[in-house]
């Protein structure tokens, strides 16, 4: 069908024989849909009071870093290495700085050992496979920051603060993948010409290449340091020469191996108990999800928020949100009564990639009457000017609708379920789910 000028004209005559829509047009073009649309009933109801909730905490700011994946992280072990440390969770702070740096390094790593395995090397099949994908980015999961800390360990901020280019970081970003890509051209076509043992000394020649490149810009991660504080009844202690894993094996008493991931994911391609991978995103240890429905996610969190650990989350966060009261309701506004636009499910929006899990968050509080779940509060990383001190309070049907995964200590889930992480994974290139 072709749009014509009569069709226009059509349109505009049904659209001024409703004298609400002029009144609806001129609100929305005077203070933008949100401000229009925005429903104070809904923030009303979802005040920031939980009956099961983690002490209070400081906020970590990401600022223009896509470090998100390391600061849940962060939030989920800080009240147990605190606790170990007998300081305060808010005098805790460790450095994302220094975990970032291995992660890029690791990242550069499995790329060219990736290049060497591979049978095809073909630009078109490196494309469409999305291998190269994750050159030199600074975006993660669960199981690379377990596995970063599990072997590199942990690093207070003090000891590698932020640098210029750490918390904004386009320009390393940009910089570093190139040089990684460049070094991949160099491998492809070594391939045909010299030996595997050959390769692998060229690789080891990049990655101190790597290495100097990331310590310029990122100041070079200690060894060691001399660490040193005063614990909350004021007892000066100290540590000489401990090394970033003696530290995390110290006071790092969680068991990171015992969380897995479990999700949400009901699109056309994923079935639930079944374990999908990530196949597009290497790393040290593989990205896996069991797919289960909603209402596992919601009682697994609880279990472990009443325990006193904080859920590390992925979600979609780009609709139904307002940072000011920091709410994230789904009622939040009403586009069908003003515009008549449903909103997608999470179906429908999976299914056509509209909405896919972008960030990652920590939930660190619960309200729950009758059993069930009315709201969460959620620990973000963009500081504490925003929101209710940095913090979200989820609706519980935005969790239904918007979160995609949690990680949880297996012991919270059921016995069919540990079975189940048993399954042999199925892969799928990863754009999002």
């Given at each position: 069908m072709e749009i014509k000028l009569e069709n226009i004209k059509e349109f505009s005559k049904k659209y001024n024989s409703n004298l609400t829509n002029k009144i609806i047009e001129n609100a929305i073009t005077t203070n933008g849909l949100e401000n229009t649309m925005l429903d104070r009933n809904i923030i009303i109801e979802n005040q920031p009071?939980?009956?099961?909730?983690?002490?209070?905490?400081?906020?970590?700011d990401q600022k223009d870093s896509y470090k998100c994946w390391i600061y849940a992280g962060f939030n989920v072990i800080k009240y147990n290495v605190a606790q170990n440390l007998n300081i305060d969770v808010k005098d805790l702070k460790l450095s994302s700085n220094y975990i970032s740096f291995f992660d890029r390094l690791e990242k550069a790593n499995h790329l060219y050992n990736e290049i060497l395995e591979l049978d095809n090397v073909d630009f078109e099949y490196l494309e469409k496979e999305k291998i190269l994908d994750q050159a030199g980015e600074e975006t993660g999961y669960w199981e690379f920051f377990k596995s970063l800390v599990l072997k590199y360990g942990l690093l207070p901020y003090e000891y590698m603060p932020d640098t210029k280019e750490s918390i904004d970081v386009d320009r390393i970003t940009t910089i570093y993948t190139e040089k990684v890509l460049k070094d991949v051209i160099k491998l492809i076509h070594l391939k045909e010409k010299v030996s595997k043992q050959e390769l692998e000394h060229e690789i080891e020649k990049y990655l101190s290449e790597d290495y100097e490149?990331?310590?310029?810009?990122?100041?070079?991660?200690?060894a060691n340091f001399n660490y040193v504080y005063k614990d909350n009844k004021g007892k000066y202690c100290e540590y000489r020469n401990i090394t970033p894993i003696e530290f995390k094996d110290k006071f790092l008493t969680l068991n990171l191996k015992d969380f897995v991931n479990i999700g949400n994911i009901p699109k056309h391609n994923k079935e639930y108990n079944k374990i999908y991978r990530r196949d597009n995103y290497k790393h040290i240890e593989e990205s896996t999800l069991l797919n289960l429905p909603i209402e596992y996610l919601k009682d697994a969190s609880i279990k472990q928020l009443k325990d006193g650990i904080p859920v590390y989350m992925g979600i979609y966060v780009r609709q139904f949100r307002d940072k000011k009261s920091g709410i994230l309701d789904t009622r939040l506004f009403d586009y069908n009564k003003t515009l008549g636009i449903k909103s997608l499910t999470k179906e429908e929006g999976l299914n056509t990639a509209r909405i896919k899990m972008h960030h990652f968050m920590t939930l660190t509080g619960v309200h729950i009457i009758d059993d069930k779940p009315l709201r969460w509060k959620v620990e973000d990383s963009y500081g504490d000017k925003e929101k209710v001190n940095g913090c979200y309070i989820m609706n519980d049907n935005y969790f239904d609708k918007y979160v995609f995964d949690v990680i949880v200590d297996r012991k919270y889930l059921s016995d069919k379920h540990i079975e189940l992480l048993n399954q042999e994974p199925i892969d799928y290139i990863d754009n999002a789910f």
């Open positions: 009071i939980f009956n099961i909730e983690l002490p209070e905490s400081s906020r970590y490149i990331l310590s310029k810009i990122l100041g070079e991660p200690p």
